[in-house]
């Protein structure tokens, strides 16, 4: 247990639903990230939260629309994905975005788009 | 080519072998992550280096800064340190990104 938590661990989806995969830290950090490992490709930053504002965004699809209601909670907003979107998210949380401290991963929500 | 390289990609071993995993980067960085990721996908941070060389348990990891290089190693290799490593770094100018590599799949037999 690294004190990050993720739902759903599972997520089957078609192109034209709408879900959401939600990440919840216990460890009083201030910063949060979304991270998509696709297979045989190393992890992929996809959004950095610090103090609840959006700090960085690597060019990802509006498809995929993060939000961050509070310092402990995030969530990635999906709709219409494409089969290639298919890949484990993770999260993590760390002290504080811009000292580059250790991060804390989630267990990750593995994600089937068919 | 990725910033970050890592070697061998894929690594079988006997239980009770040294094992030496191997980063290499062509930037500046402010620090280096290893990183362990289990079948299932949790990912476990096991150091955090900007220099010199760090012992937890059976694990040591070393970075040389001007070589740009960093190793990983288990002694007293074990069937339940078999998992993905993953080395990432910290760009200079990047603020807190990491950069990942493309992860070290160990196997430990029995």
């Known amino acids: 247990e690294t004190g990050v938590t993720q739902t759903p661990r599972h997520l089957v989806m078609g192109m034209t639903n709408k879900k959401s995969l939600k990440c919840e830290q216990h460890l009083g950090h201030n910063a949060m990230y979304w991270y998509k490992q696709s297979a045989k490709k190393p992890l992929e930053l996809m959004f950095v939260y610090s103090l609840e504002e959006r700090v960085e965004n690597n060019s990802v699809p509006s498809r995929f629309s993060p939000e961050c209601p509070n310092s402990s909670h995030l969530f990635l907003h999906l709709h219409t994905l494409q089969p290639e979107d298919s890949a484990l998210y993770l999260c993590a949380s760390s002290q504080a975005a811009r000292e580059g401290g250790t991060q804390y991963f989630g267990p990750g929500t593995r994600l089937l788009v068919l | 080519k990725n910033e970050v390289e890592q070697s061998p990609q894929n690594l079988t071993a006997q239980e009770g072998e040294f094992i030496t995993i191997n980063c290499s980067y062509s930037v500046g960085i402010s620090a280096l992550h290893w990183l362990q990721q289990h079948p299932g996908g949790g990912i476990v941070s096991l150091f955090m280096l900007s220099s010199g060389k760090k012992k937890h348990g059976r694990l040591i990891a070393t970075i040389n800064i001007q070589e740009k290089h960093s190793s990983l190693h288990i002694t007293a290799s074990h069937p339940r340190d078999s998992a993905v490593y993953i080395c990432?770094?910290?760009?200079?100018?990047?603020?807190?990104?990491?950069?990942f590599g493309e992860g070290t799949q160990l196997t430990v037999n029995p």
């Open positions: 990432a770094v910290i760009i200079e100018t990047s603020g807190s990104r990491l950069t």
